[in-house]
Every structure is written in C-alpha cells, then in structure tokens.
C-alpha cells in the first residue's frame, strides 16, 4: 500500500492545503502533517507507524485506526493519487 | 527522550463565508465534574451508562422559582408534577421544599401518598382516573381536577355516595394566541363550556367548587400566552363570585414554563432564548392583580412547573463504543446511550460535552445509539472532539421526562445517582437486571424445560 498526495496539490510548512483543481482549501495539524510527508516520501503504513509511534506517545494499533480514518477523509476530499496495492 | 502528547491526524475543509454570525461558541468545553464529584469515578462506581441528579441544583432552581413569583404575588404554592419525574428521591426533595404534589394517574397518587404527602395536598389531574381512584382522592380531601363532562358527573355519583363534598376545580382550554392551541384537556373557555360545566358544579350543590384550573402548553416561550390565560381564568372567577357569592381559593396556571434544552429546528440555543422564572411570573402575577379580582380576596396560585424546574438537575453520563465513517465521509460515534433511555433527544438537540479534555479540534459529528434500530440517532450533526472507545461523556438538561418515559429495550435502563448537597453519591434507582424485565413473564408448563 502506498498513498501520496496528488503533485498538483499545494502544501504549505504550516498545513495549509490547496487543490487548484477545486479550488478547495484544508488545514492540517501537526501530525498530519508529518504523516503527509512521511506518506510523500513513499514510505509504507508500517514505516509511518513505526516513526509516529516512537516520536508520539501513541500505540500501533490506535495509531492505525487513526491513519485509516485519515486516509478516509483524504480520499473523500480527493486529493490523493490513484492507490497501489 | 520524552515522546510528545499525540492528537490523531486531521485534515480539516475550510469553509469561507460561512461563520455563525452570532459567533457563537461551539461546545468543546469538558464537563469533567458534577458537584465536586469526578464523572469517571461515577462510572467507574455505578456503571455507564448512568443518570446523575444534583440535589443542589434542584433546591437552588425550586427556590429561584419560589422567589420570582412570592416577590410578586401573596400566596404561592407549587406542586411537583410527577410525571415528570416520579423517583422517590426527586418527588421527596421537592416536597421537602414544601412543594405539593400533581398527579396524573392512580399510580402517580399512590406514589405521592407513599411520599408522606397529605391527601389534601394532592391535586389529581389528567382525563384518565377511574372510579376507584375519584372515591380515594374524595376520601383524602385531595383537589380534583375534572377534565371532561363524563367525569364531572362521574364525581358527583361518587359524592352523593359517600354522602361527602369532594373539592374539585376544572380545567379550562382556551384561546392565548399561540399555535397550535391545547384543547384536548378540560372545558373550552371560548365556547362557553367551562362556564357550563361551572354552572353545573354551583346548581347540584354537591361538589365544592375550589379552583381554577389550565396547563395551555409545553416549552412555552411566549409569556403573553400566561398572561392571556391568568386574565380569562380571573375574569371567570369573577363571574363565579358575581353570580354565586362564593369565592374561588386558588387559580392554578398548571405546567409549560421551558426549559434550556434547545428545541430542535431551533436557530438559538434555548439558554439564550428562553423566558426566565422572573418573566413567567410577571405576566402571570401582572395579570391577576390588574384584573378585577377583589384584592382583599385573591386567590391561592398554584403552579405545576415540572421541566423548568428539574431539566437543568439531571445528567446523563456514559462511555464511547466506538467511532466509524459514513458513506459520505461524515463521522459518527457510537455510545452505549440510546435513544431509548434518552427519549427527549426525539425534540430537543441535546448538548453533549467531553468528560475529559482530548482534543481542541472539533468535527462535525453524528451520535448514534447501542440500539439496533435505524432511529437510534442522538444528534444528526454536532461539532464534536474525537473521542476514543471507552473514553466517557456526558449529556447536560436530562432531568425532565427522560426518568419516566424511558423504555426498557433491547438494552437494560441504567442505574440513577443523587448527589447530595455535601457532594456525597448516593444511588436513587438501581441498573436493572434480567430478572426485573423477567420478574412478571410467566412460562406455560408445556414450554418448561424437564
């Protein structure tokens, strides 16, 4: 599995998100901004899960809940590439 | 190194031009305490979900209301009106105010006499009393409150009876320019029934004529409808005293002060709309002493207030099951409280509030219930902060009706705690059981098992 963003998307350091295709704008906090980054780099659920989890005082299990709903919400904005298995 | 405090990831649409224009707060505040006593330990000690009610808070809002109208009128009384909440504990606490009790069924009296109230303090509402329960409220001096021509004559059988005078008033529908207008309890004011009904109560000489009775609605928000009504009640007694010589002892203005709660459909918040007691009681009082009722001679007023008084006491406690995606990217939680057991979530958008702070962010968010059933919705839509499965919550303005119209099903009714003034718990009603849905079943033979 492997999610990025779609390249036209502006991301700014503080969060901020544009889709030109749209005209939408969203806001991110400043753990999914990490996650954002870590998911553009083209690193897999288990890679992101591994770095939040030892940076976050979170457990795995709950962190992927939370990255699954994440990535609902991402996809239901549309703003990710098409997904690879 | 210390890892750093996480909040879940969130992506969050922004939305331009449309703010509230009355920038009103949205709910994130958590309610982690209620009189002094933490929320989790409450679970933790009796269960989620778990209804609390502060008997600070019910003394504090009965004495308010006392004060609105006594700072305006001479002789007031109140009578808890059961059906609003019939726990022993609830009905004894106002009682001990020197509330009287209102009582809509045999049930409810029996209930108020166990209570310890006198008979005679005992006003018998509704259009449903049986014959049986007429004998005993004529045998108690209580104050009957007749609702149709069938019972009136049914009272007067009974009286010359038990070769006693029962003391009764009637109940009188009218017109106050509201809609839509309440007539399906007592006399019609406008048709000239209610005085019918009064002149044939005075003729047969057989009942004692007491009071006035009306209940023109519920969640009234117009105060002028009070007005309206104290002024036809007045003008009635007036009429009593012209053609009968005889004095009305108390006019009794019935229930329907609103409560906070925030009607759904609403645009405002019912905190910041409602009437307050200060408000009902000046139309009212207002328009009892402009009227032409003698002053040396006003009558008692009575009033039923039920939600207003008790909805602000009563919490509802319980714990997150779990959080899901709609279809539509929406979120929803789902808690172990249903609508079931939280009937007034049917009219009113409840406010429901963290038991601990967990996030600042807020999402639009919808509360279903445990209950297996399409309908088992909370709230449609509310900004709400994530919580977690098993992190708790609490539901503010739950003490009206939700205590007596709560169902028993597919789920068992939680248990009820009062706080006490000191701040002590104490439980008022316990979670039931099995055996409390099973206890009246009975198993035909040929079912038992060997």
Same mark, same amino acid.
């Given at each position: 599995m492997n999610m990025k963003l779609k390249k036209n998307i502006a991301l700014s350091e503080s969060g901020?998100?544009? #889709?030109?295709?749209?005209? #939408?704008?969203y806001s991110l906090n400043q753990e999914a901004r990490e996650v954002v980054r870590l998911m553009n780099e083209g690193k897999e659920l288990s890679e992101i899960t591994d770095y939040m989890v030892s940076i976050y005082n979170v457990g795995r299990n709950d962190f992927e809940k939370y990255f699954f709903d994440f990535a609902s919400m991402l996809r239901q904005f549309r703003l990710l590439e098409d997904e690879q298995d | 190194m210390e890892k750093k405090e996480f909040e879940r990831p969130y992506i969050k649409k922004i939305r331009a031009g449309v703010p509230s224009k009355f920038g009103?707060? +949205?709910?994130a505040e958590p +309610?982690?305490?209620?009189? =002094?006593?933490?929320? $989790?330990?409450?679970?933790?000690?009796? /269960? @989620?979900?778990?209804? +609390?009610? @502060?008997? &600070?808070s019910i003394r504090r809002t009965y004495r308010e209301a006392l004060e609105a109208f006594r700072s305006r009128y001479p002789e007031v009384q109140f009578a808890w009106s059961y059906k609003t909440n019939y726990l022993d504990a609830v009905c004894r606490t106002y009682h001990s105010e020197g509330s009287w009790a209102e009582v809509v069924s045999g049930f409810e009296y029996d209930k108020a006499l166990s209570n310890g109230i006198k008979g005679s303090q005992i006003i018998f509402n509704g259009p449903e009393k049986s014959r049986d329960d007429i004998v005993k409220a004529t045998e108690n001096n209580s104050l009957i409150h007749i609702d149709h021509f069938d019972e009136l004559y049914m009272v007067t059988e009974v009286a010359e009876t038990l070769g006693k005078k029962p003391r009764v008033a009637i109940r009188i529908n009218m017109d106050t320019g509201i809609y839509p207008m309440w007539d399906r309890f007592g006399f019609n004011y406008e048709n000239g029934e209610a005085w019918d009904a009064i002149n044939r109560i005075m003729m047969t000489g057989k009942l004692e004529l007491t009071g006035l009775h009306t209940h023109i609605g519920t969640y009234m928000l117009a105060v002028n409808a009070y007005a309206v009504a104290a002024s036809k009640l007045a003008d009635l007694a007036v009429r009593i005293e012209r053609k009968y010589e005889t004095s009305i002892k108390y006019i009794d203005m019935g229930g =329907?002060? $609103?409560? !906070?709660?925030?009607? &759904? /459909? $609403?645009?405002?918040? /019912? !905190?910041?709309? +409602?009437p307050s007691f200060d408000d009902y009681a000046n139309a009212i009082t207002g328009a009892l002493l402009n009227s032409e009722i003698n002053p040396g001679r006003l009558p008692l007023l009575i009033l039923e207030t039920g939600r207003a008084l008790v909805d602000d006491a009563g919490y509802l406690l319980g714990t997150v099951l779990a959080n899901k995606r709609l279809s539509d990217g929406r979120r929803s939680t789902i808690i172990d409280a249903g609508v079931n057991i939280l009937f007034t979530s049917f009219w009113y958008e409840h406010e429901f509030y963290p038991a601990k702070h967990t996030s600042d962010h807020l999402e639009e968010t919808t509360i279903y219930g445990p209950l297996c059933m399409n309908i088992d919705v909370l709230r449609e839509s509310v900004a709400f902060p994530l919580l977690r499965r098993g992190d708790n919550f609490v539901v503010k303005r739950v003490g009206a009706y939700n205590m007596t119209q709560w169902m028993q099903f597919i789920t068992l009714r939680p248990a009820v705690v009062m706080i006490d003034e000191a701040g002590k718990p104490h439980i008022i009603r316990e979670r039931e059981t099995v055996d409390t849905v099973t206890h009246n079943e009975i198993v035909p033979t040929h079912l038992k098992s060997e």
């Open positions: 901020f998100v544009f #889709d030109p295709t749209t005209g #939408d704008s | 009103m707060p +949205v709910q +309610v982690t305490h209620i009189d =002094g006593v933490p929320v $989790a330990e409450l679970i933790t000690d009796f /269960g @989620s979900p778990l209804f +609390v009610i @502060s008997e &600070k =329907g002060f $609103a409560s !906070r709660n925030t009607l &759904k /459909g $609403a645009y405002l918040p /019912g !905190r910041d709309t +409602v």
